[in-house]
């Protein structure tokens, strides 16, 4: 799988050895795989639209695209950039703050003002992220815990314009696909404007997961020094790590704000910290498909296991929680396809050199 | 002048509860290098064993907040023993200790919730009663919170300088392989830690059961408070600790008290963030903040 | 008393010590010589516990401690005094002293060795509760020393005793090595260089990267001037 160019130097033999980017098992995925899950997800509105349950599910995967934008540009900072950052959450308020205040205070029609979430929110990032990256550990922690806070407080206490005497945003314009094309139709457009998104972001990550600085800094633990010996500063990349993660975070906080007409700062208590770092973990910390698979996963159980059982899934989730920390800390994406592969077979064996 | 009077008395109680809560999570700091997410937790279930030993087991009050202890003592070390002494030695050691906790603090809360329900309990006052002095309304309450936390807070001190033990935990935190050389077994201290920071909080969470509603999600404020005072006294340093609890304490008493309860939160995270900045070692933290 | 056969370890994937056999017999002083670098320091550790040897055997009297915890070597008496003195700097010279005598048994003994080490450090008497950070380096040194003797050593490892100090302060350090061998107590020392050793040593190893390429008597290793000059550089 390595193709060998052999130099010769002032009589010495030497091999240079260059990965074939098809050694790489996940960076290509098949184009017709590909095809494939675009398409479904291009129908699949329609299709559930003829149920009555499927306004509900419409609904549900809506959600799954947003939070799955917030945990892959979360996964960013946390699994490649390894900053235990806690300001995601603060990120996606601010978005909608900024896009929410803008076209609700300036009558600003939410398609235009919506591109300031992810300005503001990069901003925020960047004010956040310079002291942050100087620090290690509990101190970068206890850094963004306390910026949060700080948010939630303003988003809580501050002026009637953010925080609506405490209840937050309320009756902020909305897209109005609704009013356009009915609400069936509506819907739909909702949904491809999230998906869309959530497209978008999900191939920014991707090119940053598999291009050969995203990979060192994941694979290798003294990833800064290969960064540094191909002249990329390291701490400017997890800068730059930063500053896109709020950005997508931010935008896709914008979104929810003018789906939903409204953004509580309840949002800010540690619970959905706590659900988003949850699909993270179980998903997998610091892989590609991890975030998306935890989502998946804990945006559709909750609304399987409502009511009474809602302590109970709490419980089962904070047991997952330690036991993967313990037992299996690179998260249920790793052993799945380890396990698939194992049963299946795969049909392009690499070969071992 | 009463105005002032109330400020100090409400800085030396408010102190008293940050020291008690804070002081568990730098002692842990300190020999584990680790945040106990949990801590939060330990609070409630203090609280709630405290209520359920009064209310529904009919014991005094003071037996029943040993018992809330008690029961935040043990929980404290079955996660220790279960999930963090699993985790020792690995290089990612904190982010994994992180989330064990995080989990670990979410199935207390969980079980909170299924065995006791969403909604609030009260503890009655552990000594009924009050006094006007100087103007200032002083409940007999808040004294013996007062007092219990300067008494605990002592008689650590004193096992931490006096005893074999206490100095050993001391050793661990400040030179683990030196420790290690001395036959000191670390692991069993580490068990030792986590007991004595999970009590604290468990006295901090029975304490104010009686102030406080004892609420299953009651968790996550003391939690914060606790890591702001932390971080200004400095990880891993009892002293810079309880100082900072008090400092904070008064510090936000008088903003409450001249300024209006809502003022204080924000500028103590603005406190907490610029300390972050400037001196992230705290007070008298142990060093190895690393800058890059 | 120690024995040491094809000992391996290392750090984190790269071996450092290959196949490395010695002894320490009763009441011996041996003194391992080799240049920075060469695994002085992993081979301390590897027999004190603080890092897990990746093959071959460590004995002591008649015990397998290859693979025991650190605590547990420590109470079989084996006391490893550590280079860089690593004294615990938040607290007093008296209370890193007990620390020393950590162990139960010896615990129960403190006082009585507490005198002892005192009597042997008139340095540390004078200053009994003076903060270890704020000791100087010869200060450090002695208080690690005395240490490493709080507990019941039977054999009391040093790690380069000279390092760091100022030239008037070694001659020092080695003549309370001296005076501590001459109580009976088994000696491993690990060194940079010959000068002090003459009159401590009974056998000599030269180690050199990571395996150990001679060994002989004191005396006829110390006086080959030859050998140690291209050996020490």
């Known amino acids: 799988m390595m193709q060998e160019t052999a130099l010769s130097e002032s009589g010495a033999n030497r091999t240079a050895q260059r990965l074939d980017p098809a050694a790489v098992p996940w960076a290509k995925p098949s184009r017709i795989g590909l095809a494939a899950a675009i398409l479904t997800l291009l129908v699949l509105p329609w299709v559930l639209n003829s149920f009555s349950t499927g306004r509900f599910a419409i609904h549900l995967l809506i959600l799954f695209f947003v939070w799955g934008i917030v945990t892959q540009s979360w996964n960013l900072i946390l699994g490649v950039g390894g900053i235990f950052s806690f300001a995601q959450v603060a990120f996606f308020v601010i978005g909608g703050l900024a896009s929410g205040v803008v076209a609700q205070q300036f009558g600003v029609s939410p398609f235009l003002s919506i591109w300031l979430a992810p300005i503001a929110a990069t901003l925020a990032a960047l004010l956040i992220g310079l002291p942050s990256l100087r620090l290690r550990g509990p101190y970068v922690v206890l850094l963004t815990l306390a910026f949060a806070e700080l948010v939630r407080n303003f988003a809580t206490q501050g002026p009637k314009w953010v925080a609506g005497g405490g209840y937050g945003l309320r009756d902020v314009p909305k897209f109005g696909f609704e009013n356009l094309w009915g609400a069936t139709t509506g819907r739909v457009a909702y949904y491809y404007a999230a998906m869309i998104l959530f497209l978008i972001t999900t191939y920014v990550i991707w090119r940053i997961f598999y291009s050969p600085i995203g990979m060192s800094f994941r694979a290798l633990r003294d990833s800064e020094t290969y960064a540094t010996s191909r002249g990329v500063d390291p701490y400017r990349f997890k800068l730059l790590l930063f500053a896109l993660s709020a950005f997508f975070t931010g935008l896709a906080g914008g979104f929810l704000l003018h789906y939903n007409g409204s953004q509580a700062p309840t949002i800010l208590n540690f619970p959905l910290t706590i659900n988003l770092l949850a699909m993270i973990v179980l998903g997998g910390w610091g892989t590609f498909w991890g975030p998306i698979l935890g989502t998946a996963l804990l945006t559709a159980l909750p609304e399987i296991l409502r009511g009474p059982l809602e302590n109970w899934r709490n419980m089962g989730m904070g047991l997952s929680l330690a036991l993967i920390a313990v037992f299996a800390p690179e998260g249920l994406f790793p052993i799945l396809s380890r396990g698939f592969k194992k049963f299946f077979g795969r049909k392009d064996k690499a070969k071992a050199s | 002048m009463e105005k002032l009077f109330q400020a100090v008395y409400g800085g030396i109680l408010y102190g008293s509860i940050y020291g008690l809560m804070a002081i568990g999570l730098t002692l842990i700091w300190g020999s584990l290098r680790m945040l106990n997410m949990a801590m939060g937790a330990l609070y409630v279930v203090g609280g709630f064993l405290t209520w359920t030993a009064y209310k529904q087991w009919d014991l005094p009050p003071l037996v029943a907040i040993a018992i809330g202890v008690l029961a935040a003592a043990v929980i404290g070390l079955l996660i220790q023993v279960l999930l963090i002494n699993r985790l020792l030695g690995r290089s990612s050691f904190f982010n994994a200790a992180m989330i064990a906790t995080v989990g670990a603090a979410i199935m207390i809360e969980s079980a909170a919730l299924l065995i006791y329900g969403p909604r609030v309990k009260q503890m009655p006052p552990i000594v009924a009663g009050q006094s006007k002095i100087i103007g200032v309304v002083i409940q007999y309450q808040n004294l013996v919170i007062i007092a219990v936390t300067v008494i605990s807070l002592i008689a650590l001190s004193i096992f931490l300088k006096k005893t074999r033990y206490g100095l050993a935990i001391q050793a661990v935190s400040q030179q683990m392989d030196a420790a290690r050389l001395m036959g000191i077994p670390t692991v069993m201290t580490f068990m030792i830690v986590a007991t004595i920071g999970a009590a604290f909080a468990g006295l901090a969470g029975s304490l104010l059961s009686s102030v406080f509603y004892v609420s299953p999600t009651a968790g996550y404020a003391p939690l914060t408070k606790a890591l702001i005072v932390t971080i200004f006294g400095g990880l891993g340093s009892i002293k810079g600790t309880i100082w900072a609890a008090y400092i904070i304490g008064i510090l936000e008493a008088f903003l409450i008290v001249y300024f209006g309860a809502g003022f204080a939160l924000p500028v103590l995270f603005l406190f907490m963030i610029l300390m972050l900045v400037i001196r992230p070692s705290g007070l008298f933290g142990l060093g190895e903040v690393q800058r890059l | ?233």
């Open chain 3, 1 to 233: 008393m120690l024995k040491v056969t094809d000992l391996q370890a290392g750090y984190a994937g790269s071996e450092v010590l290959h196949s490395l056999s010695l002894e320490v017999r009763d009441g011996e002083s041996v003194v391992v010589l080799g240049p920075n670098g060469h695994g002085k320091t992993t081979l301390l550790r590897a027999i004190s516990g603080l890092i897990r040897p990746t093959g071959g055997r460590i004995e002591f009297d008649g015990q397998d401690i290859t693979h025991k915890r650190a605590s547990d070597i420590v109470a079989a008496g084996v006391i490893h005094i550590p280079q860089g003195d690593l004294p615990f700097p938040e607290l007093t010279v008296i209370e890193n002293l007990l620390m020393g005598a950590y162990r139960s048994d010896a615990w129960r003994q403190r006082k009585y060795k507490l005198e002892q080490v005192f009597e042997l450090f008139p340095v540390l008497k004078e200053r009994p509760n003076q903060l270890a950070r704020s000791l100087s380096g010869g200060e450090r040194r002695m208080l690690a020393l005395g240490r490493g003797l709080m507990s019941k050593a039977k054999l009391l490892m040093i790690d380069e005793p000279s390092l760091g100090l100022a030239p008037f302060l070694v001659e020092n350090v080695y003549e309370t090595i001296r005076s501590i061998r001459n109580t009976g107590l088994s000696i491993l020392l690990v060194d940079e260089n010959a000068d002090h050793i003459a009159d401590l040593a009974d056998r000599v190893y030269l180690l050199e990267a990571g395996s150990l390429i001679k060994e002989g008597g004191a005396s006829e290793m110390l006086h080959d001037e030859a050998l140690l000059a291209a050996y020490l550089g």
